[in-house]
């Protein structure tokens, strides 16, 4: 390891110190307040670091530091997905209402999984306002959710579904699974327990308050500071009530990202938002991704799809929420023109609000996790996260090419 911030935590195999270096730079220089960073290589553990506070002046991060992942959450429940198929209860290419008859309503009959999971079914927001007590009754919720109408021709162009895709990959679960678990025990009981248990979908009750970062949030002065974080586009949309940006991101209605890490919404189960992780518990279910699949009992022709190339619709990358060119297929983020990452379009994961980003890397057989409870104001890219992970890649290119 290098020598560098006694802030640092954690160990680096030899070989990776710089994504130690970039790690306690970001807490020098670049505003950290606390965060964990993981990366699994060739299905070892190379890098688990962890440093600064949970809160200003507060308590120290710790090793087993619980943080909100926002939509980074979404590749966990496309991971849960991904088990469904491997074990033959999912078919992406088949129609989702021949797994629930009651989503064909309103125009929707012939939108695929696929099609549904890449952001491409037009149901990126919901007409009914949604309150905490719509989400805590997955009956009702469902209902709401087999009414809508899509907003653009299904299967078009892809539009972010921030909030509503968890409802539907939620619903989707307790149809498929044979037990009728919802998304979040299915992943307790499937996808954590391999991974260290550290990954949940809402926070259960057993998890003491303690072991959470709460999140610090924005401060909207500081936006003047970063005036290339949003685009002018983005932040007009968002701001415009009736656009499919607003529609999208803003239901249910908070008064900011931080709202989600607080009392009522840490107990309901917001498969899109709302999970909570260890970097050690996310990058070693990307890990199994990146390789084999065996630990999370996700099979190879699955991984096969999963790394596939996005099949984009015909009007391209452009995604008219993210007001961005961004890419998806079958509930993960793949790389893009405008977000970059992984040695290829085989990789894939999901970055959240505020800079947290996992992801797997087949073609350098790795997973990546980082976490943070100070949010930062890039969509994703944010200078924090990227100068770790192009120090983790360059780490690995850099043994791949070393000689033996």
């Not at 060739?42 to 670091?49: F, H, I």
Request: one cysteine or more; a neutral charge.
């Amino acid at each position: 390891m290098s020598a560098t911030s006694p802030t640092v935590h954690g160990t680096t195999e030899p070989g990776f110190e710089a994504v130690r270096d970039a790690f306690a730079e970001n807490l020098a220089k670049r505003r950290e307040l606390g965060a964990a960073c993981s990366v699994v290589h060739q299905g070892r553990t190379v890098v688990e670091l962890w440093g600064g506070h949970v809160r200003r002046g507060g308590r120290t991060w710790e090793r087993d530091t619980l943080v909100l992942i926002y939509s980074v959450t979404k590749g966990v429940a496309a991971a849960a997905l991904a088990r469904l198929h491997t074990e033959g209860h999912l078919d992406y290419d088949a129609p989702v209402a021949a797994y629930w008859p009651e989503f064909g309503a309103a125009g929707k009959r012939d939108i695929t999984v696929r099609c549904l999971l890449a952001h491409q079914a037009g149901l990126a927001g919901l007409d009914l306002r949604l309150r905490h007590e719509d989400l805590a009754d997955l009956d009702a919720l469902a209902k709401v959710l087999a009414r809508q109408r899509p907003r653009s021709t299904p299967g078009a162009r892809h539009a972010y579904h921030a909030i509503s895709l968890g409802f539907y990959q939620s619903e989707l679960m307790r149809r498929l699974d044979p037990q009728g678990r919802t998304l979040g025990r299915y992943v307790e009981e499937e996808l954590a327990r391999p991974v260290g248990g550290d990954l949940h979908v809402g926070l259960p009750e057993s998890v003491a308050p303690e072991r959470v970062a709460p999140i610090e949030p924005l401060n909207p002065l500081r936006l003047f500071l970063h005036p290339r974080a949003f685009s002018p586009r983005f932040a007009l949309a968002l701001a415009w009530p009736w656009s499919s940006t607003a529609r999208s991101i803003r239901n249910p209605k908070l008064r900011g990202p931080a709202d989600l890490d607080a009392a009522p919404w840490r107990s309901v189960e917001l498969a899109s938002a709302n999970g909570y992780a260890t970097a050690r518990a996310l990058a070693s279910l990307y890990g199994s991704l990146a390789t084999d699949g065996a630990a999370l009992g996700i099979g190879a022709d699955t991984l096969a799809l999963l790394r596939a190339p996005a099949e984009l619709p015909p009007s391209g990358e452009w995604d008219t929420v993210f007001k961005r060119r961004t890419a998806f297929a079958l509930g993960f983020m793949k790389p893009s023109s405008d977000f970059r990452f992984g040695a290829s379009p085989a990789a894939f994961g999901a970055p959240g609000v505020g800079g947290s980003f996992a992801y797997a890397d087949p073609d350098r057989a790795l997973g990546y996790a980082y976490v943070t409870n100070r949010l930062g104001f890039n969509v994703f890219d944010d200078p924090r996260e990227k100068a770790l992970r192009q120090a983790c890649e360059a780490c690995v290119d850099a043994l791949a090419g070393a000689p033996a």
